[in-house]
C-alpha cells in the first residue's frame, strides 16, 4: 500500500460538515499538514497538528489526529461552494537526514448548493 | 501568494525535446523541493535541494535532472521528452531541513508533451 492515503472524493450539501479522512504508515515528524488546491493553482497550506495533539481547532478548521491508528482526520464545519477543492494530508517522512512531506493522492471535496 | 515563484506558468513541446523549468523560493528559505502532479500518480517528490546540494532523491527519472544555484534559484531540466511526461511540476521551499520547517508551495508550470 501507499505511505498516505486518502479517499479520491467526497460529495456534500452546502452548510454541511465535510470530513476527510487520511491514513499512514508511519511518521516520526512533529507536525502532519493538511494542504488545499483549488483549480489551476499551487498547493496552499491549510493547517497542521503538532504530533503531540490529538485535536486542533481553527474557526471552521477541526484537525483530529490519532497516532496510534496513525489516522488523520480534516472537518470543515459549513462548508461552502468555496471550499470545493482538492485536499491533501501531508506526512513528513526522513530521508536522509532531510524530511520529505509525504502526500496523498488528494481528495475532491465537491460543495452542491 | 505563498513568496515563490516558477517560469514559465505553461510549456508545450514536442516528444524528444529538453525543457528547463525555473523555480524562486521564498526570501531566506534554503531548501527547494520538486514536485509532479499527473492525474494517474499523484504528488510525487522529485529532488530536494538544501542551499546548492542535494539532499534527498524521489522517484525521479534518470532523463531529468535539478540544480540549486548560489542565489538559491533551481532548475529543473527534462530531456529527451514523451507524452507520458506532460504534468503539473511543483517547486516548494522551506527554511531548512527540520520536520517543522513547512513547505511553501510555487503555481506550478504546466508541461504539455504532443
Known amino acids: 500500500g501507499e505511505d498516505v492515503e486518502q479517499s479520491l472524493f467526497l460529495s456534500v450539501r452546502e452548510g454541511d460538515s465535510s470530513v476527510i479522512n487520511c491514513t499512514y504508515t508511519?511518521?516520526?515528524?512533529?507536525?502532519l499538514y493538511w494542504y488545499k488546491q483549488e483549480p489551476g493553482a499551487g498547493l496552499q497550506l491549510l493547517t497542521y497538528?503538532?504530533?503531540?495533539?490529538d485535536m486542533k481547532q481553527d474557526q471552521r478548521l477541526t484537525v483530529l489526529l490519532n497516532k496510534k491508528d496513525k489516522h488523520l482526520s480534516l472537518r470543515i464545519a459549513d462548508t461552502q461552494t468555496g471550499d470545493s477543492a482538492i485536499y491533501f494530508c501531508a506526512v513528513p517522512l526522513e530521508s536522509g537526514g532531510s524530511y520529505i512531506p509525504t502526500f496523498g493522492r488528494g481528495t475532491s471535496l465537491i460543495v452542491h448548493p | 501568494d505563498s513568496g515563490v515563484t516558477q517560469t514559465p506558468k505553461h510549456l508545450i513541446t514536442a516528444t524528444g525535446q529538453r525543457v528547463t523549468l525555473r523555480c524562486s523560493p521564498r526570501s531566506g528559505d534554503l531548501s527547494v523541493y520538486w514536485y509532479q502532479q499527473s492525474l494517474d500518480q499523484g504528488l510525487q517528490f522529485l529532488i530536494q535541494?538544501?542551499?546548492?546540494?542535494?539532499?534527498a532523491k524521489g522517484n525521479i527519472l534518470e532523463r531529468f535532472s535539478a540544480q540549486q544555484f548560489p542565489d538559491l534559484h533551481s532548475e529543473l531540466n527534462l530531456s529527451s521528452l514523451e507524452l507520458g511526461d506532460s504534468a503539473l511540476y511543483f517547486c516548494a521551499s522551506s527554511s531548512g531541513l527540520a520536520d517543522t520547517d513547512t513547505q511553501y508551495f510555487g503555481p506550478g508550470t504546466r508541461l504539455t508533451v504532443l
Open positions: 508511519d511518521s516520526s515528524s512533529t507536525y
Open positions: 497538528i503538532f504530533s503531540n495533539m
Open positions: 535541494y538544501y542551499n546548492g546540494e542535494e539532499r
